[in-house]
Every structure is written in C-alpha cells, then in structure tokens.
C-alpha cells in the first residue's frame, strides 16, 4: 500500500518520492532495474535547461522570449500554458540550488558554466553539471526520508475505475506478480525505445536510451483510458557514426562537410561556450547530404586549444559517454587532428501523455513528468518534484479507492504470462522486437503514405497475433523483454493510426501524399481508448 506509487526510478520517480515523502507520504518506488543507474540519467547527464536569477536577470518573461521562443525550444512547450512555463521554470532554479546541497555539483570551478544548445551571441539557457553520480545521490536522499524502492520489479498495468486505485507488478528476476494499492500513482518510465531499428541492426543495445526504456508508460496510461499526443511524430537525434550516444551539445567543433566548408552558418571555429547547433535547427542534415551526394558530414575539433579539449573530455563523462571516451582512447582518436563522421540516428516518437499544470492525466491520481511527456531532464527533476507535491495533497485527502475485480484481472495476466513461460519452441523477444522495428522502418517512417500506413497496420496487427500464439520466455528476465515488446507493438498501432489522421507533411512527419504542411493543422492528434479501441481528436 502506498499513498504515492512511482512507476519508474528515474529522475521523476525519484525526484516526486523526494517531495511526497517529505509531506508525509507513504511513498513506494518500483523501477524494473535498480535506482542507482537506471533511466535516461542513469550513467549521467551534463546540461540541465534552467533559469538562475543571478545569471538571467530578474525578468523571466524576458528570458522565456529569448531562451525558450527564439532558440528552436518552444516547439517543445507548445503546450504550456504561461503559468505553467513560469512555474517550470522558477522550479528549475529550486532543484538545481537542492541538487547542490545534496552533492549533485552544479557549479564549475566555483561558478555557473552555462554552454551550449544556443546559437551564438544569444542567451544560454542549459547550465552546465556534473551528473555522474546522480542516481547514486538521488536514491540515497529518498531512502533518507524513509522511501520504499522496489529495484527489479516492472510496473505492467495500472487499475483505475475512473480514478487511479493501483498497479500491478512482476518481478524480474523471480517472475512474481505483485499488487500495489495507491491513492496515487506518477508515471516515469522515460521515453520510448527499440521501436524502430538502430543504425547496426545486429546489435540490439545500440541506443542513444538504456534498451529497457521501451513507452511503458505510455502504453498503460493509453490502456487507462488517459490521452496521448504526438504519437505520430517522428524523432531524431544526431552522433558519432555507428556509435550511437547522446551528448550531441557536448562537442567542441565545427561541423563540415569533406571539403572541409561548414555545414551550417553559425560557426566556423570550434567555440566551447556555444558549440554548432546546426543540427538542432535540422536533426536530418547529415542524412540529406549523404543523399544529395554532398557528405558525410564530420565534426571537426581543428584549432582548439588543449585547455578546450579537456573541457570537453570532462563534460563527457559526466554525460555518459565513458564508452565512447575509451573507445577514442583505443584508437587514438583525436578531432581536433581527425575529424569524427556524424549521422542521423532513428529514435523514435515524440508521443507523449497529455496533462494539466499540475502534471495530473485525464485519469484522475494519475500523473506523468519528464520523458512521458515529451521533455528531458530538467523537466523531470522540476515537474518530478511538483508532481510528487501534488500527488502527496491529494493522497492525504483523499481514500484508497480498493481494486475492483483483482483476481479476475490477475487470473487473466497470469494466464497470459504463464502460457508464454511454459513454451519450449517459439519466437523470442528479439525476434518479435525486429520483426516490429521492421515493419515500422518500411511503413512508417521516413515516407508514409495511406496505403503504406494501412499496409503497415494490417503487418503489424497480424504480428501481435503471431507473437502472443507463439512468443517464448526462459527466464523472468526474457518475460519482462516479451511484455516491453507488446507495449512497443501497442504503440506502433498507434502509430500508425495517428500518422494517418494527420493528411499533410510536418517537420519529420512526411506524407508523400500531403506533401504540404497545412496551417490549420498546427494542432496536436491526440488518442484515447474508448471501450477498448483508440479514437483520435484534433485539439
């Protein structure tokens, strides 16, 4: 029993368990890996998107218009109401100050280092930390305030009757199913991944995000009855050729094309305080040229200096790119000498579950932050911790609401899981996750048309068909994998519905068939389940 549950440990789950348990609150944490390096955080971060009165200026309406509207980031808050925005922000300051005192440095030879993701000359709003050890700082201060974490356990469905009453889970090592009653649940189990192929195909793991981030939250909120949106919009993210990682503001450089003539107009010399943000402006570049016959596209370190190199080699680790720092170790791989070849990487989708100012889903107790809503870590830390406060106010008023036909609803689960545990021949989860990565790679991803989309839709829903008669586990390990691939299937369905409705071409949405972006359709698609099936809304 819990009067707040945390379906996730990463920074969401722990940042609300944080504040709900400081309330008051019986606080319980269930992450199906382990909170001290599990999320899209878990092995680090070095920027974090804030606004420091000391260093912006009092007027944060101001620095909204400049660091938000004008520097390619209001796309990502179109949905914030103006209160919203100012509270995020105003949070943000809170969390880092916290941070800091906790252990999480967010100051760089004793002040703040604000860099990249800015065009040159113009406000910077993503300071610079040291966010290695985050988890590990994170899961020490919730155990403080007396926080229940259940490590290696996977939240696989949520009960409500038009409100949230709980969630049931199973342990991933043992294969247990367990019930957790909640007044109040925060749903942050991160973004989605494996959806569509990696750049190496063979190799599973090769992801920007941890490979156990697979939309979970998304899918049971949907199954909920709460709202999603974007779901058809198309993300890309940019790095190191094969070597798929983040860390994309992290590098000093230019990026050229082999003539050595910058790509995009903003820099022509590495420059550590603003990078080249060409890519954001057009995550697809390095693809276009490749296409056009102008690339590859690299990043070239050329005439920085050594104070510079390490300053990025520093802020590297701290963003999770050991790996890759050993690996260029290995090799003597040094950009400032040998240009480093760029791609597009496939992510996936931008979808996200809809909710209020207060972080709270159509689904009454039910609330979402950070990745399932579209928006990375600072969001998560800020809105995190307001969703944990707001979550701690209503459990106190509020009664466990009891979970309506629990043993029919477990029975039914069990059922489902046990079959595919007892198999001895079957598909297992690698082979369902490609045979999905392919279908949405052919239809629904770099053109999509109506033929192609009800094609892809018809693929896809026979796959599900043959993967539940046929999928196989031999361990409570590969079960876990087979239930993250039938969420992903479950999004790809919706996928592919949403990418239907929308009849024009948006950003990285392309319709062969709508090939012009249509002004009045500057609104989001958003779907719901509607007794049992996904109906779609314009709002």
Not at 155 to 170: E, K, N, V
Request: glycine residues 10%; proline residues 4%; neutral net charge.
């Amino acid at each position: 029993r819990a009067d707040v549950l945390c379906a996730g440990g990463g920074i969401v789950g722990m940042m609300a368990a944080i504040r709900a348990a400081e309330l008051g609150a019986k606080v319980v944490v269930v992450e199906k890996s382990n909170t001290v390096h599990s999320g899209n955080g878990g092995a680090g971060n070095d920027h974090f998107l804030c606004y420091i009165p000391e260093v912006h200026g009092s007027d944060l309406d101001a620095f909204i218009q400049a660091a938000i509207m004008e520097a390619q980031l209001a796309e990502h808050f179109r949905e914030f109401s103006k209160p919203r925005l100012r509270k995020f922000l105003t949070t943000t300051y809170d969390v880092m100050k916290l941070w800091d005192g906790w252990g999480i440095p967010m100051k760089y030879r004793g002040g703040y280092e604000f860099a990249g993701h800015a065009f040159p000359g113009r406000t910077l709003s993503h300071l610079k930390y040291e966010g290695k050890r985050q988890k590990i700082v994170l899961t020490d201060q919730a155990r403080k305030r007396g926080v229940n974490i259940v490590n290696r356990c996977m939240i696989i469905d949520l009960f409500s009757d038009g409100r949230i009453a709980g969630a049931l889970g199973i342990d991933t090592r043992q294969g247990n199913l367990i019930v957790f009653e909640a007044k109040t649940v925060i749903l942050g189990t991160g973004s989605v991944n494996r959806l569509y192929p990696s750049p190496t195909p063979g190799w599973f793991a090769n992801r920007t995000w941890a490979t156990s981030i697979t939309g979970d939250g998304r899918v049971m909120a949907y199954h909920t009855g709460a709202e999603l949106a974007d779901v058809e919009m198309p993300r890309l993210h940019v790095g190191p050729k094969y070597f798929v990682r983040s860390g994309q503001a992290t590098w000093i450089g230019v990026y050229r094309d082999p003539e050595g003539k910058p790509v995009g107009p903003f820099v022509t010399m590495p420059d550590r305080q603003y990078g080249d943000i060409t890519p954001e402006v057009n995550k697809g570049i390095f693809d276009e040229y490749a296409k056009a016959g102008k690339g590859p596209v690299y990043m070239d370190g050329g005439g920085m200096s050594d104070e510079d190199y390490e300053y990025q080699l520093h802020w590297f680790s701290h963003e999770g790119l050991d790996a890759l720092v050993n690996h260029m170790k290995e090799e003597g791989i040094d950009h400032r000498k040998k240009p480093v070849e760029f791609m597009t990487y496939v992510r996936g989708i931008s979808g996200k579950i809809c909710v209020n100012d207060d972080g709270e889903t159509s689904v009454k107790g039910l609330y979402a932050a950070g990745d399932e809503v579209g928006l990375g870590i600072s969001h998560a830390a800020a809105f995190g911790w307001l969703a944990g406060e707001n979550a701690a106010r209503k459990a106190k008023h509020t009664d466990f609401a009891g979970i309506n036909n629990l043993s029919e609803i477990v029975g039914k689960k069990k059922g489902i899981l046990g079959e595919i545990s007892r198999r001895e021949a079957g598909a297992d989860y690698k082979e369902i996750n490609f045979a999905l990565q392919q279908i949405m790679f052919d239809y629904a991803w770099t053109m999509r048309s109506e033929k192609l989309l009800e094609a892809g839709l018809s693929h896809l829903r026979r796959l599900r068909h043959k993967a539940l008669d046929t999928a196989i586990a031999r361990n409570a390990h590969e079960l876990m994998r087979c239930i993250e691939v039938f969420n992903l299937i479950d999004l790809g369905e919706l996928v592919f519905i949403t990418a239907n409705e929308r009849k024009e071409t948006r950003a990285r949405h392309i319709r062969s068939d709508y090939p012009l972006t249509n002004p009045m359709l500057n609104k989001l698609v958003v779907v719901k389940q509607v007794d049992g099936k996904p109906v779609t809304e314009w709002r």
